[in-house]
């Protein structure tokens, strides 16, 4: 505001100052330029309108010719008598001799002039002059007179010539003083002149050239013709150049002081005194007139405005030359003009008023930015719509008219062209607008159009904002809003956004919901569920045979026939073969039930393309008891009971068991302990001797895997074998146990065979060819020494590629066992087509050997048949002498057990076998 007030006070300023300025013109303030304006003006004036001599005043002038003729200088008195009388011839009027005759000259010379005079007969007018009498004392002025010889018989009358402020002879007095007496000045004297005293203008339109002129030298010659003189006035004076009588005057340059006498008398006589009118009022006039109009002409445009002021000088103008012409009025125009100057300075500046010029800037700025939206707006790819508080369209794009085209040229109205879901929502808003108007609203809508599947989907951005319009003096007017609507079309974002979250809920390749969204969904299910984890056995096997391509058609199979399960709730993919079912839990067979239903959807093998494939369901069952129950528990336990479902061929599927879960977690645990503990050195062997049941002479011995946890201590391989074999850490476990045994079996004595166990898992994974070839280099040991002991679950599994890997290491070499023979699935023909050189008979049947008959005639049908395999029988587990008795004499070979020595290390291995070497009572039992 304040800011305001001062910038409206700094804008008058130069009004104020061009006013002031156009008042003090008429009162002189600017009269040294006025008076050049005035001179310069002043002077074109006479020679517009040029006059012509009256002819009633002639000159004799003493020209050159005059002065060459005569000789002398000064001339002596007597020619100007001569003159005189010359003259008398004429008969003129008045005879001025602008001569000095102030000092006298030869008595002679003077008495011939005062004759002349005499002779003249009193018509002679002799000039007096007033100067400074005294060099550099201005205050004294003497009066020069003609000497008393001849003022006696001449009139006197001033011959002064004075010069103006510009240097010029302008204007002439019409008498001065002398010596108390009031003497006409030449002018008046030659024109006759009776008015008032004073000074007056000459009127240089009077054309000297014009005045008769004639020579001296002419008229002493009686060359000039009596016409020409007669009756008039005569003026004798100086006109060569070198008399140096001449004077600077307005319009016609330098001219001698005779003609300028003769010019100031022809003013009086033609009645051209000029006089001058009284110009303050009329100034004063114009002043208001120009003010005015430059403040009221603010409209008009600038070159008007200037041409205005042309004219009014040139109407000044005119009117000043009018009046000198006709009215012999002298109107000086200079201080006009400083003031119809003024009020053009004082129009442009009125025209250029700051703020009204950064107004029209702002307004210019304004209209651009308004071409520039509009442009914006036109060619926005998202519909844009601006409209006004009467829900009226004012400004749209043109891919708003693409998206709802108009019905009709008028329809400008938003009702009548927006889906109705946004339209009902504009009006809402423009509503609320106007309850509590002056605050801007926002809103995003969200709506649809059209049906499945062609349905489009949008978002529409909805302001409202109040209009704020500036009015050109200040001011605001806040009386509606503007509204604007960008309708951005969200449909193929829509379609993206849903494809990435069924990407990220569920499984691409069954369709089914991923562990994560099924945990969520569990979530959200109240009352008591069953869920149960679905696996495949041996999945990774039929995966193999089959290949990826058609492993990949087996899943989705797979889950097909799980969605045909009636009372599912959920269904998830939880692993490579593992699936999940969540149902409600209603009464207490429910669990069973559903593990019936979902064995009998695998009943039939799946046909793939011709190829049918037998599936082997296990189920893992969990009962969730309470609403809170974390989901992620019921998937672990469901899980935890397929893989004890899995793990006992004889149960397809299991309850969830709180010990077996405790069992597992330890595992868990310890897979992940065991890598470091490997590293750490907490692996080492031992190794149990196995002896010729014959002789008792150790002919080699076991490598038994050791691991000293730091804290629970000593780890049994039966718990952590299953462990790694599950991890596939068994890869790592086996190649350091075959490398530590090659390394220890050299340090034996040379007959002495190492074995060392393999898992299947090994032999599965590939790379055990590589493992015994480095072990084997790495130590030096003879191939033949090494025997590897291999479970049946490994031949079972395994492929053509097992039985030729297996034969490639006995082509090397090395010795095959297997063992724990009778525990798992061979039966006694499948033993035929195996490349084996060993059969280890199971500690189990060793163990009741004595007790039970029965397992006398599995022995002797065993070790009847490895003979008829040309295999050698090892018996494991042999405790007692006893059983050590019964086997010799069954015949079998070899022999392991703590009858002959309990795991031990390779010092102690070495003192056993030396004992049982040495001493044949031991070696014999
Ligand atoms: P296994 O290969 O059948 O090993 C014989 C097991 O019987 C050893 O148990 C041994 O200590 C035990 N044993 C030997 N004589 C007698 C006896 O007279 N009475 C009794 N009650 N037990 C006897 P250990 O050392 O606990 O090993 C258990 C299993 O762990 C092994 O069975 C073998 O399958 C596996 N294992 C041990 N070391 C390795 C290894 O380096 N690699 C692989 N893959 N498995 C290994
Ligand atoms: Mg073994
Ligand atoms: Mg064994």
């Keep these: 505001m304040a800011f305001g007030t001062h910038r409206a006070a700094f804008q008058h300023i130069p009004r104020v100052c061009l006013i002031l300025l156009a008042l003090l013109a008429p009162f002189g303030a600017f009269r040294p330029v006025t008076a050049v304006i005035d001179q310069f003006l002043g002077e074109l004036r006479f020679s517009a309108f040029q006059r012509d001599a009256s002819q009633q005043i002639a000159f004799i002038a003493i020209d050159k010719d005059s002065l060459e003729k005569i000789g002398v200088w000064p001339w002596p008195r007597g020619i100007y008598a001569d003159i005189l009388d010359s003259l008398s011839h004429f008969d003129p009027k008045d005879i001025f001799f602008d001569i000095d005759f102030s000092t006298p000259s030869s008595p002679q010379e003077d008495a011939k002039l005062a004759e002349a005079l005499d002779r003249a007969g009193g018509g002679v007018i002799l000039p007096i002059f007033k100067q400074h009498g005294k060099a550099g004392e201005l205050s004294a002025v003497d009066l020069t007179k003609p000497i008393a010889l001849f003022s006696d018989m001449a009139w006197p009358a001033f011959a002064n010539v004075a010069l103006d402020d510009a240097g010029l002879v302008s204007r002439f007095a019409t008498s001065d ?24 203008p000459i009127d240089y339109s009077i054309q000297p050239t014009t005045i008769p002129t004639f020579s001296v030298s002419d008229l002493l010659a009686g060359k000039i013709p009596a016409s020409s003189l007669q009756g008039k006035t005569i003026v004798i004076g100086a006109y060569a150049t070198e008399l140096k009588d001449i004077y600077p005057v307005p319009v016609h340059g330098a001219i001698s002081g005779p003609l300028i006498h003769i010019l100031a008398a022809e003013t009086i006589l033609q009645d051209r005194l000029l006089g001058a009118v009284d110009q303050l009022p009329l100034e004063l006039l114009l002043v208001a007139a120009v003010i005015a109009a430059a403040l009221a002409a603010r409209r008009v445009p600038v070159l008007s405005g200037v041409a205005a002021t042309g004219l009014a000088i040139v109407g000044m103008e005119a009117a000043a030359l009018w009046l000198q012409q006709s009215g012999a009025l002298i109107l000086h125009t200079g201080e006009s003009w400083t003031i119809v100057l003024l009020g053009l300075c004082l129009f442009i500046s009125e025209k250029f008023d700051f703020n009204r010029f950064l107004l029209r800037r702002a307004m210019a700025d304004r209209r651009l930015a308004r071409t520039v939206l509009q442009q914006i707006i036109a060619e926005s790819s998202d519909a844009v719509i601006v409209f006004d508080d009467r829900l009226t369209i004012v400004e749209a794009s043109q891919s708003a008219a693409a998206l709802w085209p108009r019905k009709r040229a008028e329809a400008r109205r938003l009702d009548r062209t927006l889906p109705a879901d946004l339209s ?17 609203l926002a809103e995003t809508i969200h709506f649809s159009t059209d049906e499945p599947p062609t349905r489009r989907y949008f978002e529409a951005s909805l302001t409202i904002s109040p209009r704020v319009v500036h009015l050109e003096r200040g001011g605001t007017d806040q009386s509606s809003f503007i509204g604007s609507l960008i309708v951005r079309d969200r449909t193929a974002q829509r379609k993206y956004e849903q494809e990435l979250l069924r990407l990220s809920q569920t499984d691409e390749l069954t369709g089914l919901l991923n562990r994560r969204e099924f945990a969520v969904r569990l979530a959200r299910e109240s009352g008591p569920v069953i869920v149960a984890a679905v696996g495949f056995h041996r999945f990774e096997v039929v995966a193999k045979v089959l290949g990826t391509m058609l492993s990949d058609r087996l899943l989705p199979a797979l889950a097909d026939r799980l969605r045909s399960l009636p009372q599912a709730l959920l269904l998830g993919r939880l692993g490579p073969d593992r699936f999940v079912i969540a149902i409600r839990d209603g009464h207490a067979g429910a669990a069973e039930a559903l593990a019936g239903a979902v064995a009998e959807l695998f009943k039939d093998p799946i046909d793939l393309g011709g190829s049918m494939i037998p599936v082997d369901v296990r189920i893992g069952l969990y009962r969730s008891q309470a609403n809170d129950e974390p989901p992620a528990n019921s998937l672990a336990y469901s899980e935890a009971a397929l893989e004890s479902a899995c793990s006992v061929s004889s149960h397809w599927w299991r309850e969830f068991d709180p010990a077996l879960a405790s069992r597992q977690e330890r595992a868990r645990r310890l897979e992940h302990e065991m890598r470091a503990g490997l590293q750490r050195g907490e692996f080492f062997l031992l190794y149990q001797p196995q002896v010729d049941l014959k002789t008792g002479a150790v002919v080699g011995a076991e490598a038994l895997l050791r691991w000293n946890h730091p804290e629970t201590g000593a780890v049994s391989p039966a718990e952590f074998i299953p462990v790694a074999e599950a991890s596939g850490f068994i890869r ?13 079996a050299r340090q034996w004595p040379s007959p002495m065979s190492v074995a060392v166990n393999v898992s299947g898992v090994q032999i599965q994974a590939g790379g055990l060819l590589d493992d015994v070839r480095h072990a084997l280099a790495e130590s030096g040991l003879a191939p033949g020494r090494l025997h590897l002991e291999i479970t049946e679950s490994a031949f079972v599994e395994g492929s053509r590629a097992v039985l030729d890997l297996i034969a490639v290491l006995r082509d090397m070499g090395l010795s095959i066992a297997l063992d724990d023979f009778g525990t798992g699935y061979s039966s006694l023909s499948y033993m035929t087509s195996m490349p084996l050189d060993k059969l280890k008979i199971d500690q189990s049947f060793i163990r009741r050997l004595a007790a039970t008959p029965g397992n006398l005639v599995i022995i002797q049908s065993i070790l009847s048949l490895s003979q008829g395999l040309r295999l050698k029988t090892v018996a494991e587990g042999i405790e007692s002498q006893e059983e050590w008795d019964i086997l010799r004499s069954l015949g079998c070979e070899e022999g392991q057990g703590y009858l002959f020595g309990r795991p031990m290390s390779t010092p102690d291995l070495l003192v056993c076998e030396r004992m049982r070497a040495e001493s044949p009572a031991l070696r014999a039992g």
């Design 177 to 200: 003083d002398a010596e108390g007496l009031r003497i006409q000045t030449v002018a008046t004297v030659l024109a006759g002149y009776e008015g008032p005293d004073g000074t007056f």
């Design 424 to 440: 009902s929502a504009v009006e809402r808003m423009a509503e609320n607008y106007r309850t509590e108007p002056g605050h801007s």
């Design 732 to 744: 790592d476990l086996g190649r350091f146990a075959l490398v530590e045994a090659c390394r220890a």
